[in-house]
Nanobody
Framework: QVHLVESGGGLVQAGGSLRLSCAAS????????MGWFRQAPGKEREFVAA????????GYGDSVKGRFTMSRDNSKNMVYLQMNSLEPEDTAVYYC???????????????WGQGTQVTVSS
């Protein structure tokens, strides 16, 4: 079982940037695909980004494409989400998660972190 801890959330003005981090422990990190999801109050958990186990390929949700970049460092058991040009609609709790394979579907993800709050003010 992989244990995940997110960090880096906070309050930022519209147009600003934040970098989220997710630290993984336990399991074989470099063999897992990773994903970022978000959930706003009263809404479904939404796919944000995913990355293959090697980091060679990434995928993004339509609402963040071109603004967010996901990366990973397998030597440090870390994944990152660089978020630029933030909008109030990006306000949510952001979660990282582990999957045996690259997927946009939250049902494919086995382990989840506790989440980090991102709030974007207008």
């Amino acid at each position: 079982q992989v244990h995940l801890v997110e960090s880096g959330g906070g309050l930022v003005q519209a147009g600003g940037s934040l970098r989220l981090s997710c630290a993984a422990s336990g399991g074989s990190f470099s063999s897992y695909a990773m994903g970022w999801f978000r959930q706003a109050p009263g809404k479904e958990r939404e796919f944000v980004a995913a990355i293959t186990s090697s980091g060679g390929s990434t995928g993004y949700g339509d609402s963040v494409k071109g603004r967010f970049t996901m990366s990973r460092d397998n030597s440090k058991n870390m994944v990152y989400l660089q978020m630029n040009s933030l909008e109030p609609e990006d306000t949510a709790v952001y979660y990282c998660a582990v999957s045996p394979d690259f997927s946009r579907r939250k049902e494919r993800y086995d382990s989840w972190g506790q989440g980090t709050q991102v709030t974007v003010s207008s």
